[in-house]
């Protein structure tokens, strides 16, 4: 058990020095103790066990390890775990300031939620995938930045795939009854991923100028090929056919990762009523524009003529950069949020070896990154051997009114201004480290809608004409469809309410999607049960606004309201509401 200095024992004893300085001192021994505990914590129970995510936080000493999936492995991250959760739960809460408090409950929260993770949720148990996909991740985050020479990174890509095979080994003693559909998109994702590793791993690579790295990379990486090519052989002849087992997590689960993730514990039935009463007021909404641009045509038709209204191919990284232009003199001419630095992300093609699963993507450096400080906003252009057909349906993901909502949710003033907020910022190790769902995605899919509210996308302001407008609000609108129908679905399909079947017509009749994209997102929600994030997080965002307003009145400014916001960094709506307003009121 961790010593807790004198003064802090004294303070939690009733024990206050005269004018408030022992107070004061006793409050920075407490912050200064927990600081310790945790930088011991994340060296000791979090990296060690999640390299990866060492090196796609900027910490560069992980880049030789990988994670192990051996049950040895997950015992001792288990026993690491509840050792640090015992450590967390002795801190004296009542002596830390308030910035501390709130790191303290994030620090337990997330050991919470890795312990429900590993002993309740198991995917080390019950998804195939979660072995393929973590190894193939662990590759791309050593290929996707420029942090260090290509050699250096080939050498720490060499070491990672050195240990891969023994991961597969490891799921093949692991694995037990898992799903018939986890196992399905396991088998689904195989291709892409050996695939991933004989073509794009080695052209990320060919800088690389050492020809006895380049030798041994040769073997490693046949190894791992090898590996994944009898994994897919395992799965389909071994495990598919005793693939049995639910995906679905259950009430009591579902609830308790929500409460440990976002700090939410709003019940169940509560917050379908909320997701159903979101989605109910934009399809409204959708009815009602559609109706204004062709009074003849359905929604549905007027949405299937928006998905036309699109640039060029070889226009499209234009069209991006012209909306960046106008976003950024929006925001400064409205004083709608600071963007700490001139810097802009770097817009630029998506590289080949990630194509295959993206359409548009912010990638900045992590927190803690020195080397590769550069933001890319990464688009994916059509193949110049795809049909017309291919090329067509690709290009209506980025209609006018989807380069929009995308360019305000991945930059400005989403994810890079956060980003940018985040590098600038004086936030603790815990808050560059840890975020919630709810305020990284929520901020994002706020941004969408806010933008439009303060009169971006108006004739002037981002669209040519009236017409134009409104279908740049239906594409916004279409988006909070897609967002709304994962609050419904991630609730009912985890809690047995909604057939995986059902969970995917319903994307297509309530969430106004395609079927395709119904197919997929239901997929995503088996194995991303939480996925109502989005949704979720606006709405706590929008309350938290419209408290603060009420409360402050006239001397309200939305630019004030960003800036605090973001100075929070990617706490859950929670605590960044008990800085605001200094109470546990409820978020939603």
């Not at 030798?215 to 009898?230: G, Q």
């Not at 409204?284 to 209204?309: G, H, M, N, Q, Y």
């Not at 309350?543 to 009420?550: G, I, N, Q, S």
Request: proline letters at 5%; hydrophobic letters at 40%; charged letters at 25%.
């Amino acid at each position: 058990m961790r010593q807790w200095t004198a003064a802090v024992l004294l303070v939690c004893g009733g024990m206050m020095g005269a004018g408030g300085t022992m107070a004061a001192q006793t409050a920075k021994a407490a912050d200064a103790d927990f600081r310790t505990l945790a930088a011991k914590y994340f060296e000791e129970a979090y990296f060690k066990y999640q390299p990866t995510q060492g090196t796609m936080d900027g910490l560069h000493k992980y880049d030789a390890q990988l994670e192990d999936f051996s049950r040895a492995g997950i015992d001792a991250e288990t026993a690491a775990l509840h050792k640090f959760a015992d450590e967390f739960d002795a801190v004296p809460m009542a002596p830390l300031n308030q910035p501390t408090q709130g790191d303290l409950q994030m620090v337990r929260n997330q050991i919470a939620s890795r312990l429900l993770t590993l002993e309740t949720i198991r995917p080390w148990q019950k998804d195939p995938d979660h072995y393929s996909s973590d190894l193939t991740n662990s590759a791309f985050v050593l290929m996707e930045r420029k942090f260090a020479p290509a050699n250096e990174r080939l050498r720490s890509l060499i070491a990672r795939e050195k240990l891969m095979p023994a991961d597969l080994q490891a799921a093949r003693v692991n694995l037990s009854n898992p799903a018939q559909i986890s196992t399905e998109i396991a088998l689904e994702q195989l291709p892409g991923i050996i695939g991933f590793f004989e073509h794009d791993v080695p052209s990320a690579f060919t800088d690389a100028t050492d020809p006895s790295l380049k030798a041994e990379f040769k073997r490693t990486n046949a190894a791992v090929i090898a590996a994944l090519v009898s994994y897919q052989h395992w799965l389909k002849a071994d495990l598919l056919p005793r693939s049995h087992g639910d995906f679905r997590l259950g009430a009591d689960t579902f609830a308790k990762k929500l409460k440990y993730d976002e700090m939410v514990d709003t019940p169940l039935d509560k917050l379908v009523e909320i997701a159903y009463a979101d989605m109910h007021k934009n399809q409204a909404e959708f009815e009602r524009i559609a109706k204004e641009v062709d009074p003849s045509k359905t929604p549905k038709e007027v949405l299937a003529e928006l998905a036309t209204i699109h640039p060029a191919p070889d226009h499209l990284l234009q069209s991006f950069q012209d909306t960046f232009n106008g976003l950024i003199g929006f925001i400064q001419q409205k004083h709608i949020i600071t963007i700490p630095s001139d810097v802009r992300p770097t817009l630029e093609e998506t590289p080949p070896f990630m194509r295959a699963t993206t359409q548009a993507s912010m990638d900045p450096p992590g927190p803690f990154e020195t080397h590769s400080k550069t933001a890319y906003f990464n688009v994916t252009l059509p193949e110049r051997t795809w049909s017309a057909e291919h090329i067509a349906e690709h290009m209506s993901a980025f209609n006018v009114g989807t380069i929009v909502s995308t360019s305000v949710h991945e930059a400005y003033p989403g994810h890079y201004v956060q980003f940018l907020w985040v590098n600038n910022a004086a936030l603790s190790q815990v808050r560059k480290i840890i975020n919630a769902n709810t305020n990284v995605e929520g901020w994002a899919h706020y941004c969408e809608q806010m933008m439009l509210e303060e009169g971006y996308g108006q004739p002037g302001t981002g669209a040519k004409d009236a017409r134009e407008a409104k279908l740049i609000r239906l594409g916004q609108l279409q988006d909070a469809l897609l967002r709304d129908a994962r609050f419904v679905v991630s609730i009912k399909l985890h809690t047995g309410q909604m057939s995986f079947d059902d969970a995917a017509k319903f994307f297509v009749t309530d969430g106004y999607q395609s079927p395709s994209v119904g197919l997929v997102e239901t997929k995503r929600g088996t194995s991303d049960p939480t996925y109502l994030y989005y949704t979720l997080g606006k709405l706590e965002i929008m309350k938290l606004r419209a408290d603060v307003e009420k409360k402050e009145g006239k001397d309200f400014s939305l630019q004030k309201f960003h800036d605090d916001f973001m100075r929070q960094g990617g706490a859950p709506i929670k605590i960044v509401r008990r800085a605001f307003l200094g109470d546990n009121s409820p978020t939603l």
